[in-house]
């Protein structure tokens, strides 16, 4: 047996039967082995404040090695974080929408109950562009007969932004966005395609729940012909793309806009501009929250587990380091419950997950 491994006491962490069964299957050797830091998978959008608290942790506890963070996306850190219990799985998934419920059951299946769900703020799908830029207005109409598939039923053969609306310049529609891996993605298709199919189509909408498959098809599937451009889960490469490319626009996380403004403006959308103000009263139609999802199995076994979301409930008010960083703050009721969701390690009711 590796030695390592047959030291591993992971089954402190044991709340339930499957999550003890996982924990003593680690002690065994049959996972990967002990682990003495905090891993963290998951959204772009929340990496950077995640990263911040990070830094305080190390940084007001001697001793404690830096947690391993990883921008993988939100749908494929949820993979990642709902694979099991143990030093082999991560700890804490950061996401850019709720949980799904057929995620839970997954993690649920894999052993993996007992979660905690917590809001940390709000952002908001920024779309922007170089400040030499063409200085568009959108709508989300604009946006759905320029980036969907299926516009009508039929392949989308849009060029320009004059082919989508003849207010609108001759110029190529070329939209940097991120994968389909992405929360951002996931929130472009339900806050935004969505809202400018049903507007054009609102007989659709019924669909949602008769036929999802067929409304995603018509409504919310992104065009694969180039003219949108999968960029990745670095936005700072969109940044890149856009100070190169003038005439295209990128998608990504309020955050980013706000940390690039000397570069990008935000491009306003039916005729709101992406702001912390207009996100935070929720004026803006991108606005969403942000979550952490925390395995309770993980919080007595992993060093500095429950320090870590100590840390974030005390930097995400109005006047913290992660709003000086881009996050915007929840209101204050969501706060105080989220706070005490860390405080009392109150886990989610999956009953309540779309």
């Not at 947690?67 to 850190?77: M, R």
């Not at 993979?79 to 850019?96: M, Q, R, T, W, Y």
Request: aromatic fraction near 6%; glycine fraction near 10%; include cysteine.
């Amino acid at each position: 047996m590796n030695r390592i491994a047959a030291a591993f006491t992971f089954a402190t962490c044991a709340t339930s039967a499957l999550a003890l069964a996982a924990c003593q299957d680690q002690a065994n050797g049959g996972g990967a082995g002990s682990r003495d830091h905090i891993t963290v998978v998951g959204s772009s959008t929340v990496f950077p404040f995640s990263t911040i608290v990070a830094e305080q942790l190390v940084n007001k506890t001697p001793g404690m090695k830096s947690p391993a963070i990883e921008s993988t996306g939100t749908g494929a850190g949820m993979k990642l974080f709902c694979a099991g219990v143990g030093a082999a799985h991560p700890d804490i998934e950061d996401a850019s929408r709720r949980m799904k419920a057929s995620e839970y059951s997954n993690c649920k299946a894999n052993g993996v109950d007992g979660i905690l769900e917590i809001q940390v703020g709000l952002d908001g799908i920024a779309f922007a562009e170089s400040k030499s830029g063409p200085k568009l207005q959108l709508t989300a109409v604009d946006l759905y007969k320029a980036l969907a598939a299926m516009p009508m039923g039929q392949a989308n053969v849009a060029k320009t932004w004059k082919d989508v609306n003849p207010a609108l310049p001759a110029i190529p529609i070329q939209v940097y966005g991120p994968p389909s891996t992405s929360g951002t993605r996931d929130a472009l298709a339900e806050l935004i395609l969505a809202r400018g199919c049903d507007a054009i189509y609102p007989a659709l909408a019924d669909n949602k729940t008769k036929d999802p498959a067929g409304y995603a098809k018509g409504c919310t599937a992104i065009r694969e012909d180039g003219a949108y451009v999968d960029a990745g889960e670095n936005d700072n490469l969109i940044v890149q793309k856009l100070q190169s490319n003038p005439n295209a626009i990128g998608i990504f996380g309020y955050s980013y806009l706000e940390e690039n403004k000397d570069k990008l403006n935000g491009v306003p959308l039916n005729g709101v501009e992406p702001t912390y103000e207009t996100i935070a009263r929720g004026a803006y139609p991108g606005s969403r929250p942000l979550f952490l999802y925390v395995k309770k199995a993980h919080l007595s076994a992993i060093k500095g587990l429950r320090e870590f979301l100590a840390l974030y409930a005390a930097a995400w008010d109005p006047n913290g380091p992660l709003v000086a960083k881009g996050l915007i703050a929840a209101p204050e009721d969501v706060r105080k419950r989220s706070a005490q969701i860390v405080k009392d390690e109150i886990t989610l009711d999956p009953a309540k997950l779309p």
